[in-house]
C-alpha cells in the first residue's frame, strides 16, 4: 500500500548533485512542496481510503546523461530550455508524494548498477529478475537500456514509460509500417504502445499526456494580483536572444511599444544582446519564483513563435496575463518546419502554443496574424481594456497531475497480453454472426456500449464510456471526437474494428478487409469499400486521407482533465 508522503526531504536527496539541471528541478521541488503537499491531502480525501499498491520505480534521465551528450545542464543559466526540466521535476516531486518508492538516475553507470547489469559487461541478459515495476525514461534513456539490457529489454519493455515532450504517432511507432511507408525517423520505431509515450500536454490521445505543474495561488494573491496589474506592461516570451531574430519584429515591437512599456528576460552576459532594441526593459534570465512575479505585474505575456509549446504562457495565464501569440499560416509540422523534422509525428502546429489556443482561448490567449498590423493592434487595445482573471487548468494544478498520475499507475498495464487481434482474413461469417455488444443510439448516428448486451469487458477507461463515430473524409478522429465535445479513446479500438459495426452504422460494404493502416478501420465510401485494422499497435486516433471517412472511438472526460474519463478515477 503506498502511503501519501508529507515532506519532500528525502527527494531532494534522491536527486543527487553536481550538476546545474538537478539544482534547478531541486529549488523547483522545494519551492512548489507546500502546492505539493496540500493538493496531497485533497487527493486523498477524494480518494477515501482507496487501495494503492506502493510501485517501485525507476527514474533515468537519459538526456542529462553524459553518454548523451547532457547540452542542456551547461544552458541552464544561460537562457537554454527548461521546459524538460519543469517537467521531470514535476513528475519526480509526483511519484514521490504519491508514496511510490523511488531511485534517480542520471548517469549510465548508475543505470547499469540499478538495472543489475555487472560492470564491465555490455549487451547481456539481466542475470536476476529486474527490481522495478515501472521505469520512466526518455527517448536516451531507452536508447541505453536497449543497449545494456541484451534480451531482457524486450522482455520487461512494457514497464517502460517514455517522456515524450512532442509525441510519437502509432504510424511511427510500428517498425515495420514506419520503414515500409515512409514514416522512419530519427526517434520512432520502438514498437511500444503509444500509450507508453507520454506527452507534456495533450498533443495526441494516441499517447499518455503527463504534463506539469504551475504555481497555484490563494484568494488573497489573486485579489492582490487583479490590484496590481499594470495595464501597460508586457512581457517578452523568449529567454535566449536567438529567439529574438524574428522576421518583421520591428514593425509589430513597434506598434506594441506605442500602447506599453515592454519588458524582457533575456540572458545576456556582458551587455544588452544586439537583437533586444533599447526600448526594451531586459531584466536578465531571472530565477524562476522571480520571473512569475514578473507576471504577476505584466498585462500581456507576448509570443515571437518560438519556442513551441512550453510551460511559460501557461504559467503567464496562470498569473493573470493575456497570452499574445502568431498564427502559422500554414501551420508548421515535421514537413515542413526544421525544428519538427525528424520528430515522430505529422501534427499540425497552428501556433506557437496549440494548448494555450485550443484549450484555452480567448480572453486569455489571442491567436492573430501578426503579418497584419490592424488586427495586432486591434487586438493589443482591446487586451489592454480587457480585465482578465488568473486561470490555471485543473490538469496543470498539482492535484491534477497526482490524480492522473495515480490513475495511470493503477490502471495502465501493458505487460498482461490483451485478447489476441481477430483473425486477418477477408469477411468472417462467424464474426458477424456474433452478439453485437454496440447498441445504436437513439438518433441513429453514433454508437454507444449497450448494457443489455451482457456483461462489459473490464477495461480501462470503462467501455461504457465509448460512443462510436464515423468522421468526415479528411478529418482525423482526433478532430472527430472533439467536434462531438468528446474525446478520441484508442483503448476501444479493438470494440469497432469489426464488421457488424460497419453494418450498424448503416455504411455499405461491397467488400471488406484486414489491412496494416494506421486510418483503419475506415470506409471508402465512393467504392463502398470497408477496411478493418490487422495491426493492433497501428490503432490512431491521429491521421486523416480525403480517401477515408474513419470509424473513431470517444469517450467523456472529466472537467480540466481531459486524460480521464467520468469514471476513470
Ligand atoms: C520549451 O522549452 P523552454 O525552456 O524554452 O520553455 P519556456 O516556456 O521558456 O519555459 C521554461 C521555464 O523557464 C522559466 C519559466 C518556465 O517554467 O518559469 N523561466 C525562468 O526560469 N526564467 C526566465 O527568465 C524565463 C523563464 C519546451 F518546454 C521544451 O519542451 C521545448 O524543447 C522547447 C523548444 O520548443 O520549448
New binding site residues.
Partial sequence: QAAFRRDVARLLELIGTGKESLSFMKKRIRHLAQQWLRAARRLEEKLAGRQRDQKHILVHIGFLTEESGDVFSPRVLKGG????M?QWADILAALFILGHSLRVTVSLKELQSHLGVPPGRGNCPLTSPLPFDLIYTDYHGLQQMKQHMGLSFKKYRCRVRVID?FGTEPAYNHEEYATLRGYRTNWGYWNLQPAQFMT?FPHTPDNSFMGFVSEELNQTERQLIKANKVSSMAVV?G?EASIWKVRGKEKFLSILNKYMEIHG?VYYETQRPPEVPAFVKNHG????HE??QLLRKAKLFIGFG????????L?AIANGCVFLQARFSPPHSSLNHE?FRGKPTSREVSSQHPYAEDFIGKPHVWTVDYNNSEEFEAAIKTIMRTQVDPYLPYEYTSEGMLERIHAYIQHQDFCTTPSPPPSPKTKSPAMQSSPSPLALSPNATHLVWSPSAGRAPQTWPPVASLQVWVSEPQHTCTETCRQHGLVCEPTFFSFLNKEEVFLQLSIACDSTEYEMNHLYPAVAESVHECYLQKEPLLFSCAGSNTKYRRLCPCRDFRRGQVALCRDCL
Fill in positions: 530550455p527548461l521546459g524538460e519543469v515532450t507534456m516570451y529567454k528576460t534570465l531571472l530565477p524562476q520571473f512569475q518560438f519556442p513551441y509549446e512550453g510551460p511559460a504562457p504559467e525544428f
